[in-house]
């Protein structure tokens, strides 16, 4: 009833902050203590519960519309007019070099590490679930992948491979334009038992890889791969597994 | 306590800056909001300091120096927070953080299971605790900072990240089994 690791050690322990010689000592205490066992149970129960009961409250879409006009609003605005138009070709080729930059800026993620996708998962999360309000989650509205396939010709510079899974039990609910880290992309949307998967896809230089480990944030989770010149991230509420198995059936 | 978003004064920003801003900061609003909303204890003021928190990172983006933008973003948010709070309701940052508290017997995991099984009863639990440890709470398991974050964005020794969740805990455990009647009258 007096242990002092129970209001000590014992949440280093839970939050995984020991290194590993005080995790192990930690542990041969839990073999001996039922003050620590009981209390580290707990514990754990108590995580769950504020895990699992949807505690997290993300920013309302209207507050981030706000506060980028508010970012827009403290911007020096480019003073164009004043520069005098000789100068208009210097101004035309630093254009040009901070959009090569940017361009390389946005590739080199992706060179060091496989697995990173050239967006962010708050903008994917974002517009999954942007997508969900009323009256946003289609352009083009069909479960015929030669109705949604020609959509997006002369929309995008590229074309996104459609397919249907409705006898896998994906079915496809039709697509729509999207703009995810600045890109302009192509979102699929599949249903799966009455849930929504946003399949957002835009091509890539990069080389192909295997569909990457979930990604789990606000309830969401996301699976990334790279696939014969597109990357393509799905996301959902949906259980991983679904997830995966969609992804499977894409990458085929 | 000085921030690191405070000391020098404002720059005037340009649309690299705004661009660099979008990509490393703005990702976080969800965390800053969330954050907000579990120190004040209400959405319809998070909203607003969440914004000015966010407009006020911007100002002093400059001072941005890479790293870790989560964190940096969130010790604004939380200073941002506070200085709301001080001004609009300083009762509820008179709880001393460090008051000893009486060692009590630990609560069934069953219990306390099934205490917490309940949204309602978890966020009423939650928003009795005074905000100092409603925060490192928040931060812990919803946002699930490291004590190192921790640390940097509520700006308590590293060193006493680890006592502060344990009292934390402790206070939300005993919030959950306290009938719901001795809760309300505490408020
Ligand atoms: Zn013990």
Known sequence: MSCDFTRTVLHGYLDGELDATGAAEFERHLESCRECTTALGAEESLRSSLQRSGLYEGAPVGLRKKIRAGLDAATAPPDAIRIPAWRWLAVAASILLVASVSWFA??????DSAASAPFTAAEIIDAHVRSLQPGHLTDVASSDNQTVKPWFNGKLAFVPPVKDFADEGFSLVGGRLDVLGGQNVAALVYSRRKHFINVFVLPTREPDTPIH?????QGYQWRHWRRQGMEYC???DVSDSDLYELAQLLYQ | MSGSDQGKGPDVLDAQDRARFEQLVLPHLDAAFNLARWILKSRAECEDVAQEAMLRAYRFFRGFHGGDARAWLLQIVRNTCYTWLEK??????MTEFDEELHPQPSTSPEALAI????RERLTRALETLPPRFREVLVLRELEGCSYKEIAAITAIPIGTVMSA??????????????SPQEASREL
């Open chain 1, 106 to 111: 946005w590739l080199r993620p992706a060179r």
């Open chain 1, 213 to 217: 480990p979930p990604g789990l944030r």
């Open chain 1, 234 to 236: 799905a996301v959902s």
């Open chain 2, 88 to 93: 609009n309701r300083p009762v509820e940052l």
């Open chain 2, 115 to 118: 205490a917490g099984d309940n």
């Open chain 2, 165 to 178: 969740l344990a009292r934390a805990r402790q206070r939300l455990q005993s919030a959950l089994t306290h």
